[in-house]
């Protein structure tokens, strides 16, 4: 027995090699449960299958993953196809998956039950329905040019509405591509923009041909078209996408056509019959107003016009009465308010103010002379009085009692005989006049002495 020691990325070369080469596990078919999902966008996709009891490693490779037509789930039990190998920096083992489909339903339902659980969640298909044109002239129809449904489209809308005009837009309505020129196809209608209705259609089929019609990208141009859209894809039992988005489903081509045009023998009838009760409506309507033109002609407005005037006339003048006894009585009321006014204005006014300070003015000015005038009565009374005392005292009423004085020569009024001397001219003043004297002798009171 060799006992040399192995390396672990030998031993691991060695099983995987084991692995690789082994027929059973070059091709696996394998059942289980999605575990540790996590979406990957434009990525490899690596997640877990396990049933009650085990549990492997998986890889799905971004190539082989953007074939599904679903999107795998969390919990979600699926049918796989795959080889075992290793993955060498690990070491653990995990199955490299080539093709998946849900399992116990089929992988087309699985999408569309996705997409359509999506779309509902935006509002898609509870969106407000747009009516269909009730006379349309032209009709676009987005289908196959070679297939039956452009054919009863045109032989149903040429026996019922022939004045409609049919254009095709020729469109794949299955395989791969055909999504994209369906889309492609109804934006075309709708740049053109003189279309009333569209149609979309395709005769019966499996899931898989009809898949095109259970498209996102188809649905989407549906919702979003200005024109409003019937739908009339497979059978009658069959319903995709395009039949819950469009405005107007369609069991079959021939009923697209129905609801897209009317019938015009029916149009013309319903015209004719309109035509008829609006004849007879007009007239009944003219009927009644030439009754009730001569009911009023009839009238006593008509006959006799002026008495709708005599009750209004008796009322103006009654009116003009109250009119005019109201202003007088409102006059008199202003105007004894006005002379209330007017005396209360004229008691506080400034000229009888005035007037009443002059009377003053002027009685103090009365009183004020009387006054002045016993003043100077009394005054001169005393001015007499005075005058007279002075008179008493007057030197000239003293020289004319007799008494005189004498000055000297030099005007000197002399009141002793010390100021005088013998000899000199003395002048003694008398009440008549004065006397010029010389002093002989001089004799000096002996009480002076």
Do not use: C
């Amino acid at each position: 027995m060799n006992n040399e020691y192995l390396t672990v990325s030998a031993l691991t070369q060695y099983i995987k090699k084991k692995f690789d080469y082994d027929p059973y596990l070059s091709k696996v078919y394998l059942t289980g449960e999605i575990s540790n999902f996590r979406l990957r966008k434009n990525a490899h996709q690596y997640f877990s299958l396990k049933d009650d009891n085990a549990k492997i490693s998986a890889i799905m490779f971004k190539s082989a993953f953007n074939k599904l037509k679903f999107t795998p789930e969390e919990g979600m039990k699926v049918l796989v196809v795959g080889h075992i190998s290793v993955y060498e920096p690990t070491g653990s083992y995990q199955i490299y998956i080539e093709r998946m489909e849900p399992d116990g339903v089929g992988q087309l339902y699985q999408a569309y039950e996705q997409l359509k659980k999506r779309l509902s969640a935006e509002g898609l298909f509870t969106k407000t329905k747009r009516p269909l044109v009730k006379f349309p002239k032209r009709i676009a129809v987005v289908t196959s040019p070679s297939g039956a449904v452009i054919r009863d489209i045109i032989t149903t809308a040429r026996r019922r509405y022939p004045i409609a005009q049919i254009v095709l837009f020729p469109a794949l309505v299955q395989g791969t591509e055909a999504s994209n020129d369906i889309v492609r196809q109804i934006n075309r209608a709708n740049e053109m923009g003189d279309f009333d209705t569209l149609i979309i259609g395709r005769g019966g089929g499996s899931i898989e041909d009809l898949w095109p019609f259970n498209e996102e990208n188809v649905a989407r141009a549906i919702s979003t078209s200005e024109i409003p859209v019937i739908s009339s894809v497979g059978h009658e039992t069959d319903t995709t996408i395009a039949d819950l988005v469009a405005d107007v489903r369609a069991a079959t081509p021939t009923a697209a056509a129905e609801l897209a045009v009317p019938k015009l023998e029916q149009v013309m009838l319903d015209i004719r019959n309109n035509q008829n009760r609006l004849m007879n409506a007009v007239f009944q309507l003219i009927k009644q107003a030439k009754l009730r033109l001569q009911k009023l002609e009839e009238s006593t407005v008509f006959k006799s016009p002026q008495r709708i005037y005599e009750t209004y006339t008796q009322r103006v003048d009654l009116l003009t009465q109250r009119l005019i006894a109201n202003n007088n009585q409102n006059l008199n009321h202003h105007q004894s308010e006005f002379s209330a006014v007017d005396n209360r204005l004229k008691l506080v006014a400034p000229i009888t103010k005035i007037e009443r300070y002059q009377q003053l003015a002027a009685t103090y000015q009365m009183r004020l002379v009387q006054a002045q005038k016993l003043k100077l009565g009394d005054s001169r009374k005393q001015f007499q009085l005075a005058v007279s005392s002075l008179d008493h005292l007057s030197p000239l009423k003293i020289l004319a009692r007799g008494y005189s004085y004498t000055t000297d020569a030099d005007d000197q009024l002399i009141s002793k005989v010390d100021l005088i001397n013998q000899g000199d001219n003395l002048t003694v003043h008398l009440s008549d006049g004065s006397v010029v004297a010389t002093v002989n002798e001089i004799i000096k009171d002996k009480r002076e002495e």
